[in-house]
C-alpha cells in the first residue's frame, strides 16, 4: 500500500510527515492553491521520494522546479496532454496523472495515457484541483478497466480507515492523504497522520484457527466420555 502525503509547506512538518512512514511527500507547485510551496523548504524527504504537483504548467517550469526540489515525480492535476507526460517521463521522472470522474463515462479520459503515466489519482471533481476535503465517489472506480494503478484520494481523513478496508479494486495501489489530515491549510496533523499510516499498512489480523469471527472466545470444556 503507497501512502502519499501531500500539500506539505513547513520543514519541521516534512520531517515529521517522513518519520511517520508515508511513501511519497507532495509539494505543490501550483500558485493558486493555498499549500503553494514558492521555494524549496529547509529540509526535503531524504527516505520518502518528493512529488511535485502542477496544474497546466509548462513543460520549462515544471523541469525547473523539478530541479530546485530535486524530485522523483511529478503529479499532473490540470488537463495536460499525453504528450507532456511522455516528455516528463523521458526525462526520468515518475507520472501520476489525477482525474477527477463525475460519472462513469469520464473514466475513460485515462485511457490516452495509459502509455504515458506509471500511476492515475483518482479525486473529487472541485474548482480547486484537489484539496477541497471532500469524498470521492469511489463506487465509480468499478468500472475502470485500465491496466494503469491507482491512487485513491478525495476526503480521505482519520475515520476513513473503515471505509479503505473495505474497498477492493485489481489496480488499486494506495492512497493520498491531504486535508483531511491538517490542522491548517499545509500543516499536517502528524499525531493523526501517524495512527492512521500504522493502521493501513498494518496486514490484515486473521480470525482464530477453526473458528468463526465473532465467536466466542471462552474455553468451551469436553464433553466426558
Known sequence: MI????????AKNIRQAEQCGADLLGFICYAG???????????????????GVFVNAPLEY????????????VQLHGSEPPALCQALRREGLTIIKAFAPRQAADLTAAE?????CHYFLFDTPC?????SGRTFDWTLLRHYRGDVPFLLSGGLRPDSLNALRAFSHPRWAG???????ETRPGVKDIGALAG???AIKAPPQPSPVGREPGTNDKTTPCPNA
Open 175 to 181: 492512497i493520498d492523504l491531504n486535508s483531511g489530515f
Open 127 to 131: 474548482p480547486q484541483h484537489g484539496g
Open 112 to 116: 490516452a495515457y495509459a502509455d504515458a
Open 196 to 198: 492512521f499510516i500504522n
Open 33 to 51: 492553491s493555498p499549500r503553494f510551496v514558492p521555494r524549496a523548504p529547509a529540509y526535503l524527504p531524504r527516505q520518502a521520494r518528493r512529488i
Open 62 to 73: 515544471i523541469l525547473r522546479r523539478a530541479a530546485e526540489l530535486s524530485l522523483h515525480g
Open 3 to 10: 501512502v502519499k502525503v501531500c500539500g506539505l509547506t513547513e
